[in-house]
């Protein structure tokens, strides 16, 4: 387990030094290579990545996320509901772990770092003649100008990403078949690949710098590494039910209960960083109010995490 545990930190620290040299080499190419996209765009790709059945227009590239997780949801809601009897109980925490990482990196950290960072999208810059602004700097838009104003990073990326959390669940399953884990590892190359697909279409379709979209893919794989392996523990879960023939004793829906106080979290933090983007920015001081305002619900919710967070690991652990 010392020696797994190891493992799990190299392969973290690896992605984050690859994803990190990847954002700082895009820099001086994220405008050319991204216009190069649009002018060599596949318009079928194109039209196909970015509509989706909920509006209307028919099935789209977002679609078999939404019905993967819905399929997901209700998967849990059944182990839950029907414990030791339910066809899903033995994979419960991994269920949980799809849920709570697509939660955080499709939805949370996607709106809030667009909301913080406020980067106009290519064809406003293309078009419009707004100012380019690159992946680490403020941007022209602010929160009141619209929910999906921000270009930093991609949300469809993101939102394709989480395919990738079943490959997770797939191939770390180490008490299973080798069939199982090595179908994880083959699914993983297939779902990664459909999501650098989905962000090469959003260059395409001039919604997303190239750096939105390496942005995406790294703080997803991050975030979502991070959960597995040491925020949800999903091998410490595993080894209970293999040496236990049952699941810890845990609150109920505990993962998504943590996703709402990883909301409460998220939005303090934005608030606060948005406050402090106003005082940067020298922009009207009443915003300067965010920082403290977003500093007591970080702090409030920062409890109840870890409070839950407590009661959860005393019977995981």
Not at 9 to 26: H, K, S
Not at 41 to 53: E, G, K, P, Q
Not at 127 to 149: A, C, L, N, S, V
Request: with cysteine; charged share 15%.
């Amino acid at each position: 387990m010392v020696m797994q545990k190891k493992s799990y930190l190299y392969a973290f620290v690896l992605l984050c030094l690859i994803w990190g040299t990847v954002m700082i080499l895009v820099v001086p190419v994220d405008y050319d290579w991204t216009l190069f996209l649009r002018e060599h765009r596949v318009r079928a790709l194109d039209r196909f990545m970015a509509r989706t059945i909920f509006e209307g227009k028919g099935f789209g590239g977002g679609d078999p996320v939404i019905f993967f997780i819905f399929l997901v949801l209700t998967a849990y809601y059944l182990a839950w509901k029907h414990g030791a009897t339910s066809r899903f109980y033995a994979w419960r925490p991994q269920l949980g772990f799809i849920l709570v990482s697509g939660l955080t990196g499709s939805m949370m950290m996607v709106h809030s770092l667009k909301w913080i960072m406020g980067r106009a999208r290519p064809a406003l810059v293309v078009k419009d003649k707004m100012p380019f602004t690159d992946w680490f700097m403020f941007g022209p838009h602010f929160i009141t100008e619209g929910t999906y104003r921000g270009s930093f990073p991609s949300g469809h990326t993101a939102q394709a990403f989480v395919l990738v959390s079943l490959a997770y669940v797939l191939a770390a399953a180490w008490h299973r078949q080798r069939s199982i884990r090595l179908s994880g590892w083959a699914y993983g190359g297939l779902a990664l690949a459909y999501a650098v697909t989905m962000g090469i279409s959003r260059c395409m379709h001039l919604s997303h710098w190239l750096s939105d979209v390496v942005g995406a893919l790294g703080l997803s794989w991050i975030l979502m590494h991070a959960f597995y392996f040491w925020l949800l523990k999903i091998p410490q879960q595993t080894d209970y039910y293999v040496r236990h023939g049952n699941l810890p004793e845990v609150p109920k829906v505990w993962e998504l209960r943590l996703c709402i106080h990883l909301l409460g979290l998220t939005v303090g933090a934005t608030a606060f960083l948005l406050g402090l983007r106003a005082v940067m920015l020298n922009t009207h001081w009443s915003l300067y109010l965010l920082m403290p305002a977003g500093a007591v619900v970080f702090w409030n919710f920062y409890r109840w995490f870890a409070a839950l967070y407590r009661r959860v690991m005393q019977g995981i652990c």
